[in-house]
């Protein structure tokens, strides 16, 4: 019952600035804005995200190209493969914005979703009283960022480890369970417009 919000948490990128954490203390950080440049097919797409970071950084950006694909017929598996774009290989990505100062950084990763393995549970270093269902699914995420720094001050990468990581899943996951129990009418009205060419498939 997980599986279309989770995807739709995603997909929506314009509703990422309504969900996706901000902080104001210790520092300022956070998603500014979400712009989807383009739509390719169902769900892949050219995505544009501005978030504010602390005194002295300049805001940064990443122009991120979201490319969904899935081996539903065989195993059950959707992915999706995140990778920057720039002007130099896209010509869909828009120029930097000349009215403030922003730093574009680079970003590859990707999401995993899938029906939980047998025996998954019961793997070495996994914990034994999980109980798993047989519509369970394993979510899986990885990535890598060029910040575009030279250095990066230890307090902010503790705070980026430490806090905004699990933070940000804590509430990818938060809002995947409203969009399932009615609490995210954005999400609603988006997932019955689409609810054809996407969220029913």
């Given at each position: 019952?997980?599986?279309?919000?989770?995807?739709?948490?995603?997909?929506?990128?314009?509703?990422?600035?309504?969900?996706?954490?901000?902080?104001?203390?210790?520092?300022?950080?956070?998603?500014?804005?979400s712009?989807?440049v383009?739509?390719?097919?169902?769900?892949?797409?050219?995505?544009?995200?501005?978030?504010?970071?602390?005194?002295?950084?300049e805001?940064?950006?990443v122009?991120?190209?979201?490319?969904?694909?899935?081996?539903?017929?065989?195993?059950?598996?959707?992915?999706?493969?995140?990778?920057?774009?720039?002007?130099?290989?896209?010509?869909?990505?828009?120029?930097?914005?000349?009215?403030?100062?922003?730093?574009?950084?680079?970003?590859?990763?990707?999401?995993?979703?899938?029906?939980?393995?047998?025996?998954?549970?019961?793997?070495?270093?996994?914990?034994?009283?999980?109980?798993?269902?047989?519509?369970?699914?394993?979510v899986?995420?990885?990535?890598?960022?060029?910040?575009?720094?030279?250095?990066i001050?230890?307090?902010?990468?503790?705070?980026?480890?430490?806090t905004?990581?699990?933070?940000?899943?804590?509430?990818?996951?938060?809002?995947?369970?409203?969009?399932?129990?009615?609490?995210?009418?954005?999400?609603?009205?988006?997932?019955?417009?689409?609810?054809?060419?996407?969220?029913?498939?």
């Amino acid at each position: 019952d997980l599986l279309v919000p989770l995807l739709s948490c995603l997909n929506e990128s314009e509703l990422y600035a309504s969900w996706l954490p901000k902080w104001t203390t210790p520092t300022r950080l956070g998603v500014r804005e979400s712009v989807k440049v383009d739509q390719v097919g169902r769900c892949s797409q050219l995505v544009v995200i501005t978030c504010d970071c602390p005194w002295p950084l300049e805001t940064r950006q990443v122009v991120l190209n979201a490319v969904a694909f899935d081996d539903i017929e065989t195993l059950g598996d959707i992915g999706v493969l995140l990778q920057t774009r720039d002007c130099a290989d896209d010509d869909r990505v828009p120029p930097k914005p000349h009215d403030e100062d922003v730093t574009r950084i680079d970003v590859d990763g990707g999401f995993l979703f899938r029906r939980v393995p047998d025996g998954w549970a019961n793997a070495e270093g996994e914990d034994p009283c999980v109980d798993v269902g047989e519509d369970d699914i394993l979510v899986s995420f990885g990535y890598t960022v060029d910040p575009k720094l030279e250095y990066i001050p230890n307090w902010l990468l503790n705070f980026i480890v430490r806090t905004v990581i699990g933070t940000l899943w804590g509430a990818f996951i938060q809002v995947a369970e409203d969009v399932r129990d009615g609490k995210r009418p954005e999400h609603a009205s988006v997932i019955q417009e689409k609810r054809q060419t996407l969220y029913n498939w």
